[in-house]
């Protein structure tokens, strides 16, 4: 596996433009999560004592961008000491560069912008059940699985195991089966309201005044030796509340059908 060294990443992208891209694109969000609307962010106190590499953030997905724009606020607060809060964007001026965040590759060609979001520490796939709005089945790109590792052995990296912004999406195993080959701390991340306050894209304000969430819960607890990939993604699932116990509308629709179900006996 390639190492970073004082002037590139691990994929060889020049610290300094990534310092300048994370700096730039942080200005130009941060009002975005402290001003038309305020996020709300708890359980960075789990981040303090993490190694720097060998970690790995499980979400569940709302928007294309800015839940990782968010999450890049809230790291390079906590990387200069900042807990729970992004009121002061002066950590911007000393951001957590090998932060690196699983992305489907035609989300990240399409466009300038996208492209530059890229630099900032995309690790790009091909997602193997969906391309351009059409289902697909294809084989698992062992590169990219090598290109995550690669990350992880480097720095701390976010992966969105449903593939998807559409809510209570069931989970990928491929995102188990990771954990369980490279045995990484696994950190849970919770986002809400994201979806409300912004387009699909995450690029546009859609409404004002929202009060997005974003929490970071306590390590999973894995038993890497004995628990198969399975077992995992339960858990994986149930910690980012994506299982259809958190799905109050499935329970809506549940107690709907057996009142009719009782009124017709």
Same mark, same amino acid.
């Not at 300094?16 to 994370?22: A, C, D, G, N, S």
């Not at 969000?29 to 190694?51: A, C, D, H, Q, W």
């Given at each position: 596996?390639?190492?970073?060294?004082?002037?590139?990443?691990? $994929?060889?992208?020049?610290?300094?433009?990534?310092?300048?891209?994370?700096?730039?694109?942080?200005?130009?969000?941060?009002?975005?999560?402290?001003?038309?609307?305020?996020?709300?962010?708890?359980?960075?106190?789990? =981040?303090?004592?993490?190694?720097?590499?060998?970690?790995?953030?499980? /979400?569940?997905?709302?928007?294309?961008?800015?839940?990782?724009?968010?999450?890049?606020?809230?790291?390079? %607060? !906590?990387?200069?000491?900042? =807990?729970? /809060?992004?009121?002061?964007?002066?950590?911007?001026?000393?951001?957590?560069?090998?932060?690196?965040?699983?992305?489907?590759?035609?989300? *990240?060609? @399409?466009?300038?912008?996208? #492209?530059?979001?890229?630099?900032?520490?995309?690790?790009?796939?091909?997602?193997?059940?969906?391309?351009?709005?059409?289902?697909?089945?294809? *084989?698992? +790109?062992?590169?990219?699985?090598?290109?995550?590792?690669? %990350?992880?052995?480097?720095?701390?990296?976010?992966? $969105? &195991?449903?593939?998807?912004? /559409?809510?209570?999406?069931?989970?990928?195993?491929?995102?188990?089966?990771?954990? #369980?080959?490279?045995?990484?701390?696994?950190?849970?991340?919770?986002?809400?309201?994201?979806?409300?306050?912004?387009?699909?894209?995450?690029?546009?304000?859609? !409404?004002?005044?929202?009060? &997005?969430?974003?929490?970071?819960?306590? &390590?999973?607890?894995?038993?890497?030796?004995?628990?198969?990939?399975?077992?995992?993604?339960?858990?994986?699932? !149930?910690?980012?509340?994506?299982?259809?116990?958190?799905?109050?509308?499935?329970?809506? +629709?549940?107690?709907?059908?057996?009142? @009719? %179900?009782?009124?017709?006996?």
């Amino acid at each position: 596996m390639a190492k970073k060294n004082i002037f590139t990443d691990a $994929f060889g992208n020049l610290y300094f433009l990534k310092r300048l891209i994370i700096f730039i694109l942080g200005i130009v969000s941060y009002r975005r999560f402290n001003g038309f609307n305020k996020l709300k962010i708890s359980g960075t106190e789990n =981040l303090v004592n993490l190694p720097d590499s060998n970690v790995l953030f499980v /979400s569940n997905h709302q928007t294309y961008f800015a839940d990782v724009a968010a999450m890049y606020h809230a790291f390079c %607060a !906590v990387n200069n000491g900042y =807990l729970n /809060s992004i009121k002061n964007p002066v950590y911007l001026l000393n951001p957590k560069v090998d932060f690196y965040y699983v992305a489907a590759e035609e989300t *990240m060609n @399409k466009g300038l912008m996208t #492209k530059i979001f890229k630099l900032a520490g995309a690790v790009t796939v091909k997602r193997t059940w969906r391309a351009e709005g059409q289902n697909v089945n294809r *084989m698992v +790109d062992l590169t990219e699985v090598e290109n995550i590792m690669k %990350a992880l052995d480097n720095g701390w990296v976010i992966t $969105f &195991p449903q593939g998807t912004t /559409s809510a209570f999406a069931q989970g990928r195993k491929g995102t188990a089966k990771l954990v #369980k080959n490279q045995r990484p701390i696994v950190i849970p991340i919770k986002i809400n309201g994201f979806r409300r306050a912004f387009d699909k894209k995450g690029l546009r304000v859609k !409404v004002t005044g929202v009060k &997005p969430t974003m929490e970071f819960k306590k &390590p999973l607890d894995i038993d890497y030796d004995n628990d198969d990939a399975q077992t995992i993604l339960n858990k994986i699932m !149930v910690a980012i509340e994506q299982t259809e116990d958190f799905n109050i509308l499935h329970e809506y +629709d549940e107690t709907l059908k057996a009142q @009719k %179900a009782t009124v017709k006996s």
